[in-house]
């Protein structure tokens, strides 16, 4: 069965939403007030509908109740985009998700009922800041505001070692979840597995023990 999702804000971030959610064989309703933009995405979407977010009546219309995921990416219209969350809770839609522009808007989501709360501006200002730091470092992802999983490349620091050899854990208070080499992925590696030249390690942990990691054992 297709997944069925509704993107209500067809910005940047939103329209990315779209296409990716349809690349990857979803249907998709995409909503915006703009007829441009939804002009832009009818091409695209499974549906692409010319609506105000904040009109209850509106939204009912389309059905939006009967959906399982909306995703709420209105861009800088906070006012906007509350309002259209509380009435997609009210609606009794199952799955919110809501982009945030600041922390007193995502204080605000979170109150009224978003499910998961985004902050695309600040999320790829860490990623950016991260790679930046270090060269090992390809990708960044934020679990709370202490804990992180990052995708680390080995070099030759710590290359032909043996997970075991470096006691990463014991060491730094980190776990190498996964190996990626080349096309193939290790879940869970084992004690014994060897780093090898290039791989790119899946390492969870707290920020501040990854980043000694990668500044001790890998600079």
Not at 168 to 179: L, Q
Request: aromatic fraction near 4%.
């Amino acid at each position: 069965m297709r997944k069925e999702f509704v993107v209500i804000g067809l910005g940047r971030f939103g329209g990315s939403i779209v296409e990716e959610l349809v690349r990857l064989g979803a249907d998709v309703m995409a909503i915006d007030s703009d007829p441009e933009r939804v002009e832009d995405y009818a091409k695209i979407a499974t549906e692409a509908v010319i609506a105000d977010a904040t009109d209850e009546e509106a939204l009912k219309s389309l059905g939006l109740q009967n959906f399982e995921h909306v995703i709420v990416a209105i861009g800088d219209d906070i006012q906007a985009s509350i309002l259209a969350t509380l009435i997609l809770k009210e609606m009794g839609v199952p799955q919110i998700t809501a982009k945030a522009q600041n922390d007193y808007h995502a204080k605000v989501l979170h109150k009224i009922g978003a499910d998961v709360i985004v902050h695309p501006e600040r999320d790829m200002g860490i990623r950016i800041a991260n790679n930046m730091m270090s060269n090992n470092v390809l990708d960044y992802l934020e679990l709370s505001d202490e804990y992180s999983i990052m995708e680390i490349k080995s070099n030759d620091r710590i290359a032909g070692y043996s997970i075991k050899d470096l006691d990463i854990r014991a060491n730094y208070g980190i776990n190498i979840i996964g190996i990626k080499r080349g096309d193939h992925i290790i879940i869970s590696p084992g004690a014994d597995e060897k780093i090898l030249l290039g791989d790119v390690l899946l390492v969870i942990g707290a920020i501040v023990d990854i980043n000694r990691f990668v500044n001790r054992a890998m600079t």
